[in-house]
Nanobody, 116 residues
């Protein structure tokens, strides 16, 4: 079955960096677009970044453009989210996501806290 396992979250000071990792299994990873979402107690789940399978094109929510980078390693069935210049408002649980055959799959999430 589809499994998504996130890691790499933690506590970081404003201006710092983190790299999130999502290890995927149970489906032909290279054939699917992958996304990162985030959710905080005061906001609904928000799409942060997405990367297609076909040409590797990317898309970002406006608030993270220029600071976050999504990438993938198809040989390792892994998708990454490099987060730089982190701000307190980036604090959230970050989730890896894939949609396959009309079904949305999510990882368990990884907590990112940006605070001094």
């Amino acid at each position: 079955q589809v499994q998504l396992v996130e890691s790499g979250g933690g506590l970081v000071q404003p201006g710092g960096s983190l790299r999130l990792t999502c290890a995927a299994s149970g489906f032909p990873f290279s054939r699917y677009g992958m996304s990162w979402y985030r959710q905080s107690p005061w906001q609904e789940r928000e799409l942060v970044a997405t990367m297609t399978s076909a040409d590797g094109s990317t898309n970002y929510t406006d608030s993270v453009k220029g600071r976050f980078t999504i990438s993938r390693d198809n040989a390792k069935n892994t998708v990454y989210l490099q987060m730089n210049s982190l701000k307190p408002e980036d604090t959230a649980v970050y989730y890896c996501h894939v949609r396959r055959n009309g079904v949305a799959y999510w990882g368990q999430g990884t907590q990112v806290t940006v605070s001094s």
